[in-house]
């Protein structure tokens, strides 16, 4: 059966025009054992056209709301549209977020203090509200039509944004910056306005966040090992992609804010994000969307009513003695199917299983009869509270290295500000320092998937090479060693002040802003092997309901990073600069602070962060590799 191609799919993917036929898209899915070569897919349909249900993706619809066939929808190819938005919403993100500090001490004329809480907050919202994307796209709304709500958002908020930007009456009175004088800020409508277009843009970029990775890594089949490496490389891919996105941010948009005019930062970003959805759109025809399921949150909350509120004394429920598994690597599947015993019948809640042992005071929902039968769970139920318990200490030890990246934005930058930035006969302005980071990663991301990851399946003989748990360890240690060299250059920087007598002067130091860069290949690095083994780990550890939520914790690390950047930097100035001494982060020059000692002590805090990550993924079973054991 032959399917029209829109022009946007011809465009984007040449490899549409000869592999669309449902038949063909993925040979080793589409097409059953039973079918000759050659035959027509058509055989394989009831006689009012649709598909049975043995070619259906249980518990997935297509953008119709249609059921979603095997070999018509999912797969790699319908994730390469959501790598390519990828790359947009990010550019359209950090376009404005990497350089917005300028804007609001330039031309909304607000203290520089005053201007990173606000790029800060705007920046920690927008992150947190991912949390908001991912709960909808579970419990109400597909991830296909969350993003599209959020891309129009964004659209909407970055069109305020740019109308403020390109008309001189909304903005602030204009002021020449003289010594002693202070210009105007921003203040009344025009203060509304410029709030009003950054949250909505926030709350877009939110759902953006917390719907897009949980769609693409939906196109893959977990049951199979093909679709589960080809989820592995969705993840991996997708960090590449957000640093493309990244990397013409911090370095084109940047340069067009800084020499053409903000309205054209602002314009480039609404036209990559707008771009973004008949992008997403073209894709259509090959999604595979999640049906949503209800509110997440309403079953964590009757497990735990009804584990806290079981009888003591009660009868306890049927049981065939079958006792769910987990293992220490993560193989198989999810679906609770795969928990059954031969004979059983599987996908019904009156399945006799027993509960794990893992977390065994909430199986007393299950195992004694509830006082309110409102609260009767099924075992299914208890091992999705359970998995999502057993996940947030994994989640809190994500923090601290986010803690760690956001100096990357703060101090490295003022670092290297005070060095010499020349390349040749360039001189690299520091809003475009993060080009490193990204650039890191870029290289990185297919040398990891391509190299490092079959050898390291070769070598274990397993299917992950590396699991989850162990990319993020290795992360948190590559985060460690950052702060550790980053100690080490800062002490080198202030020694090449002190020699050349330079402790007070404006000018550049004598010394490359490239040592700068060791620290951001670690950090870069750091980041990799943890936001791609983070992402990856909370999709398919989390519950199939739960999935887009789970993901979105990621986001969520990422926003407490840099707020407990923030609340450290203050209790480091309040504990050192008691009893009228000078704290280590105060003052206008960076070369009498004593940041190499802030390193040194955030380096400590990645060392008991680490150990406290060991405790828990050294106990940690996954899901994902239950078994039954009888």
């Keep these: 059966m032959s399917i029209t ?263 480039i970003s609404t036209i990559a994000i707008l771009l973004s959805i008949p992008v997403f759109v073209a894709g259509s025809r ?42 220490p690597s993560p193989t198989g599947s999810t679906d609770m199917k795969e928990y059954c ?38 075992v299914q139920e208890v091992e999705d509270v359970k998995i999502v318990l057993m996940v947030l200490p994994i989640f809190f030890s994500t923090i601290m290295l986010n803690s760690c990246l956001a100096q990357l934005s703060t101090f490295s930058v003022e670092q290297a500000a005070t060095m010499d930035t020349r390349v040749g006969g360039l001189k690299v302005p520091p809003a475009s320092l993060p080009v490193f980071p990204v650039t890191f990663i870029i290289l990185l991301a297919p040398v990891y998937d391509h190299i490092i990851i079959p050898f390291a399946r070769r070598a274990t003989g397993t299917e992950m090479g590396i699991t989850h748990l162990q990319r993020i360890g290795t992360g948190l240690v590559l985060s460690i060693v950052a702060m550790a060299v980053a100690a080490v250059v800062e002490v080198k920087r202030k020694n090449v002040a002190s020699n050349a007598g330079m402790l007070d002067a404006a000018a550049p130091l004598p010394i490359t802003f490239f040592w700068i860069a060791f620290q951001y290949l670690f950090l870069g690095s750091a980041d990799l092997f943890t936001l791609a083994g983070l992402l990856e780990f909370f999709f398919s550890e989390a519950p199939a309901r739960m999935r887009s939520l789970a993901t979105s914790l990621s986001w969520a690390s990422l926003a407490l990073g840099y707020y407990l950047s923030s609340v450290l930097v203050t209790v480091v100035n309040s504990a050192t600069g008691r009893g009228g001494r000078r704290a280590w982060l105060q003052g206008g020059n960076l070369n009498h602070y004593h940041l190499e000692r802030f390193y040194w002590v955030m380096c400590v805090l990645s060392t008991l962060n680490y150990l406290f990550f060991l405790f828990w993924a050294i106990r940690y079973k996954y899901r994902n590799a239950g078994v039954i054991k009888g």
């Design 286 to 327: 090959l999604y595979r969307n999640k049906v949503p399921t209800g509110s997440p949150l309403t079953t964590i909350a009757k497990v735990v009513l009804a584990a806290a509120f079981a009888r003591h004394g009660g009868a306890q429920s049927a049981s065939n003695g079958a006792v769910i598994d987990r293992a």
């Design 341 to 378: 015993k031969p004979g059983d019948i599987c996908g019904v809640a009156e399945v006799a299983t027993e509960p794990s042992q893992e977390l065994v005071f909430l199986n007393r929902a299950v195992q004694r009869q509830p006082r309110c039968g409102a609260l009767s769970c099924t």
């Design 5 to 267: 191609l829109t022009p946007a799919q011809r465009l984007l993917s040449p490899l549409l025009r000869c592999c669309y036929c449902c038949c063909s898209l993925h040979p080793p899915l589409a097409r059953p054992s039973s079918l000759a070569p050659g035959a027509s897919c058509t055989a394989y349909r009831n006689e009012d056209g649709a598909a049975p249900a043995a070619e259906r993706w249980e518990g997935y619809v297509d953008w119709r709301n249609r059921p979603a066939v095997r070999g018509r929808h999912g797969g790699m190819l319908a994730a390469s549209f959501v790598l390519v938005v990828e790359v947009l919403e990010n550019l359209a993100f950090l376009a404005n977020a990497s350089n917005l500090v300028t804007y609001l001490m330039n031309f909304m004329h607000y203290s520089p203090s005053q201007s990173a809480t606000t790029v800060t907050n705007f920046m920690g919202t927008a992150f947190l509200l991912a949390l908001l994307g991912g709960f909808l796209s579970d419990a109400f709304f597909t991830t296909y039509a969350i993003y599209l709500i959020s891309a129009f958002v964004e659209f909407l908020g970055l069109v305020v944004l740019t109308i403020q930007a390109r008309t001189p009456s909304l903005m602030p009175p204009g002021c020449a910056k003289v010594a002693g004088a202070a210009c105007e800020p921003v203040s009344g409508p025009k203060k509304a306005m410029l709030f009003a277009g950054l949250y909505v843009t926030a709350l877009g970029i939110g759902g953006i966040k917390g719907s897009l990775p949980s769609h693409g890594a939906e196109q893959f089949d977990e049951h199979a090992p093909r679709g589960r490496k080809g989820r592995s490389t969705f993840f991996n891919y997708f960090v590449f992609c957000l640093s493309v996105g990244a990397l013409i941010a911090v370095t084109f948009a940047v340069w067009v804010e800084d020499n053409k005019g903000w309205q054209w930062g602002f314009g």
